[in-house]
Protein backbone atom coordinates (compact mmCIF):
# COMPACT_ATOMS: atom_id res chain seq x y z
CA UNK A 1 0.00 0.00 0.00
CA UNK A 2 1.43 3.40 -1.47
CA UNK A 3 1.48 6.08 1.65
CA UNK A 4 0.63 9.49 0.46
CA UNK A 5 3.11 12.30 0.70
CA UNK A 6 4.32 15.87 0.64
CA UNK A 7 7.57 17.37 0.49
CA UNK A 8 9.07 20.00 3.26
CA UNK A 9 12.34 21.48 1.63
CA UNK A 10 15.68 21.76 4.28
CA UNK A 11 19.10 22.14 4.09
CA UNK A 12 20.83 19.66 5.82
CA UNK A 13 24.28 20.30 7.40
CA UNK A 14 26.86 16.89 7.80
CA UNK A 15 29.49 16.17 9.90
CA UNK A 16 32.17 16.47 6.76
CA UNK A 17 30.99 20.88 6.44
CA UNK A 18 29.12 20.23 3.63
CA UNK A 19 24.98 21.19 3.30
CA UNK A 20 22.62 20.44 0.82
CA UNK A 21 18.86 21.39 0.19
CA UNK A 22 16.49 18.61 0.24
CA UNK A 23 12.89 17.85 0.49
CA UNK A 24 12.03 15.22 3.17
CA UNK A 25 8.99 13.00 2.31
CA UNK A 26 6.32 13.11 4.94
CA UNK A 27 3.14 11.25 5.33
CA UNK A 28 -0.42 13.79 5.61
CA UNK A 29 -0.47 11.35 9.33
CA UNK A 30 2.08 10.84 11.77
CA UNK A 31 2.24 7.41 13.17
CA UNK A 32 3.11 8.62 16.83
CA UNK A 33 0.91 11.86 16.71
CA UNK A 34 -2.17 13.77 15.72
CA UNK A 35 -1.60 15.70 12.55
CA UNK A 36 1.19 15.16 9.84
CA UNK A 37 4.69 13.79 9.67
CA UNK A 38 7.18 15.83 10.86
CA UNK A 39 10.93 16.11 9.78
CA UNK A 40 11.82 15.45 13.88
CA UNK A 41 9.44 11.81 13.25
CA UNK A 42 11.17 10.98 10.07
CA UNK A 43 14.79 11.57 11.82
CA UNK A 44 13.92 10.20 15.24
CA UNK A 45 12.72 6.57 13.17
CA UNK A 46 14.34 3.65 13.55
CA UNK A 47 15.62 3.92 9.67
CA UNK A 48 19.10 4.39 9.32
CA UNK A 49 18.81 5.80 5.72
CA UNK A 50 15.99 7.70 4.88
CA UNK A 51 14.82 9.28 0.88
CA UNK A 52 15.47 12.68 0.46
CA UNK A 53 14.96 14.59 -2.87
CA UNK A 54 18.53 16.94 -3.78
CA UNK A 55 17.01 20.16 -5.14
CA UNK A 56 19.78 21.33 -7.33
CA UNK A 57 19.22 17.82 -9.06
CA UNK A 58 15.48 16.71 -8.09
CA UNK A 59 17.81 13.35 -7.83
CA UNK A 60 16.36 10.87 -4.92
CA UNK A 61 18.95 10.28 -2.35
CA UNK A 62 19.54 7.77 0.45
CA UNK A 63 21.24 9.57 3.59
CA UNK A 64 23.10 8.03 6.52
CA UNK A 65 21.71 9.80 9.43
CA UNK A 66 24.90 9.44 11.41
CA UNK A 67 25.89 11.86 9.66
CA UNK A 68 23.57 14.51 9.63
CA UNK A 69 24.98 17.22 12.54
CA UNK A 70 21.57 19.56 12.03
CA UNK A 71 18.72 20.50 9.81
CA UNK A 72 17.43 23.66 9.08
CA UNK A 73 14.03 24.83 7.61
CA UNK A 74 13.71 28.30 6.14
CA UNK A 75 11.58 30.71 7.28
CA UNK A 76 7.85 29.95 6.20
CA UNK A 77 8.40 26.27 6.45
CA UNK A 78 8.60 25.93 10.29
CA UNK A 79 7.38 23.10 12.37
CA UNK A 80 5.76 23.97 15.63
CA UNK A 81 6.89 24.22 18.74
CA UNK A 82 4.65 22.90 22.09
CA UNK A 83 5.02 26.02 23.32
CA UNK A 84 2.98 24.70 26.45
CA UNK A 85 6.29 23.17 27.19
CA UNK A 86 8.81 24.80 29.87
CA UNK A 87 11.44 27.09 27.79
CA UNK A 88 15.31 26.42 28.46
CA UNK A 89 17.36 29.03 26.93
CA UNK A 90 20.59 27.34 26.12
CA UNK A 91 24.02 28.18 24.47
CA UNK A 92 24.78 24.71 22.64
CA UNK A 93 28.60 24.46 21.06
CA UNK A 94 28.84 21.45 18.27
CA UNK A 95 32.06 19.47 17.81
CA UNK A 96 32.82 21.49 14.68
CA UNK A 97 33.35 24.84 16.63
CA UNK A 98 29.24 25.90 15.89
CA UNK A 99 27.95 28.09 18.69
CA UNK A 100 24.18 28.27 18.45
CA UNK A 101 21.73 29.82 21.08
CA UNK A 102 18.48 29.56 21.72
CA UNK A 103 15.53 27.47 23.42
CA UNK A 104 14.69 23.60 24.16
CA UNK A 105 10.64 23.22 24.94
CA UNK A 106 10.55 20.64 27.27
CA UNK A 107 7.53 18.58 27.69
CA UNK A 108 8.61 15.93 30.23
CA UNK A 109 7.33 14.58 33.52
CA UNK A 110 7.29 17.25 36.57
CA UNK A 111 10.38 15.26 37.63
CA UNK A 112 12.51 15.48 34.54
CA UNK A 113 12.16 19.11 33.79
CA UNK A 114 16.14 19.74 33.97
CA UNK A 115 18.56 20.55 30.75
CA UNK A 116 20.09 17.65 31.96
CA UNK A 117 17.12 15.26 31.79
CA UNK A 118 15.98 16.91 28.25
CA UNK A 119 19.19 15.82 26.75
CA UNK A 120 18.99 12.64 28.44
CA UNK A 121 16.26 11.31 28.06
CA UNK A 122 14.71 12.75 24.58
CA UNK A 123 15.57 10.52 21.27
CA UNK A 124 18.88 11.57 19.00
CA UNK A 125 17.21 14.43 17.66
CA UNK A 126 15.97 17.61 18.99
CA UNK A 127 14.48 20.93 18.17
CA UNK A 128 16.66 23.85 19.26
CA UNK A 129 14.52 27.16 18.66
CA UNK A 130 16.80 30.26 17.15
CA UNK A 131 14.50 33.12 17.08
CA UNK A 132 11.86 31.90 15.35
CA UNK A 133 13.64 29.74 13.31
CA UNK A 134 14.36 25.72 14.09
CA UNK A 135 16.74 23.66 14.21
CA UNK A 136 16.51 20.11 14.59
CA UNK A 137 20.52 18.46 15.89
CA UNK A 138 21.90 15.46 15.79
CA UNK A 139 22.93 14.78 19.49
CA UNK A 140 25.52 13.08 19.07
CA UNK A 141 27.38 16.30 17.09
CA UNK A 142 26.68 18.81 20.80
CA UNK A 143 29.97 19.13 22.24
CA UNK A 144 28.68 20.53 25.13
CA UNK A 145 25.34 22.74 26.42
CA UNK A 146 25.21 25.42 29.09
CA UNK A 147 22.26 27.73 30.50
CA UNK A 148 22.32 30.74 28.49
CA UNK A 149 21.72 34.15 29.73
Known amino acids: MKIEKFKQ ?22 ENHPGAETILDVLNSEKTFIPLEDILTNEILLIGKTEIMYVSM ?36 PDKLRLSDFLNYTPQFVSLWVDAKNLILNKSYILSVKHAE
Open 9 to 30: KATICFSTEGALDVHFFLAYRA
Open 74 to 109: PSGEQVTADFEAMAIPVRAELLNGEIMEGRFFVDLP
